[in-house]
């Protein structure tokens, strides 16, 4: 079955203590993206990676980092989270040939910092 | 950058009813609208897209419009069912590949029966 899986799916952590979260994705797609949606603000994009090695910068990228060694997996690290980062997080993938735009999304992990 | 503006923030209607959510875009090179659907405590999933040398498109119930002059765009959803009640969000992106997604707020839906 073509997907995207995450996890954790939930974790609660306190401040400072650094954090992965795996994202990974079956259908051998270029691109993987990470967002975070908190209430009112709707969907913002943290980081892309078109493909292996390649990453870039979303819209709210401070705090974060992430690495894209294999195709398949695009983990969200959090060096030293803050409770400003408690949020849902997506990861999404999608294929870059053809016209297919779909990106597909994880069932998200949702993270609260103490 | 881009910026997606997304009204209303929420929309109540009566079963059957139909229900219009429209977005505004900011960045006029912006060339593909997707609209995703997100049911509680689930992932968003896509619903319908649009590229800009197309002014509308359908699917059954669903129709996206746009207006490339206005840099606005539609979600129309006709003879609405209580399974339509979700969180629907539109986006924008203005990149040829369509990667970076600019996400409107999104507009809760309520369809009562």
């Known amino acids: 079955e073509a997907q995207v899986t995450q996890n954790p799916r939930y974790l609660i952590t306190v401040t400072g203590k650094k954090l992965t979260v795996t994202c990974s994705q079956n259908?051998?797609?270029?691109?993987m993206s990470w967002y975070r949606q908190d209430p009112g603000l709707g969907l913002r994009q943290i980081y892309y990676?078109?493909?292996?090695?390649?990453?870039d910068k979303g819209d709210v990228p401070e705090g974060y980092k992430v690495s894209r060694k294999e195709k398949r997996n695009f983990p969200l690290i959090l060096e030293s989270p803050s409770p400003n980062q408690t949020s849902l997080y997506f990861c999404?993938?999608?294929?870059?040939?053809?016209?297919?735009?779909?990106?597909?999304f994880g069932p998200g992990t949702r993270l609260t910092v103490l | 950058g881009e910026n997606v503006e997304q009204h209303p923030s929420t929309l109540s209607v009566q079963e059957g009813d139909s229900a219009v959510i429209k977005c505004t875009y900011s960045d006029s090179a912006s060339n593909y609208f997707p609209w995703y659907k997100q049911e509680l405590g689930k992932r968003p999933q896509l619903i319908i897209d649009?590229?800009?040398?197309?002014g509308e498109k359908k699917d059954q119930r669903i129709a996206v419009t746009l207006n490339k002059t206005a840099k606005h765009f539609s979600l129309h959803i006709t003879e609405t069912q209580p399974e339509d009640s979700a969180v629907y969000f539109c986006?924008?992106?203005?990149?040829?590949?369509?990667?970076?997604?600019?996400f409107g707020k999104g507009t809760t839906l309520s369809v009562s029966s």
């Open positions: 986006a924008a992106s203005s990149d040829q590949a369509g990667t970076a997604l600019i």
């Open positions: 990676s078109m493909n292996v090695e390649v990453t």
């Open positions: 649009i590229r800009s040398n197309v």
């Open positions: 999404a993938s999608r294929g870059l040939a053809g016209g297919d735009n779909e990106q597909f």
């Open positions: 259908m051998n797609h270029e691109y």
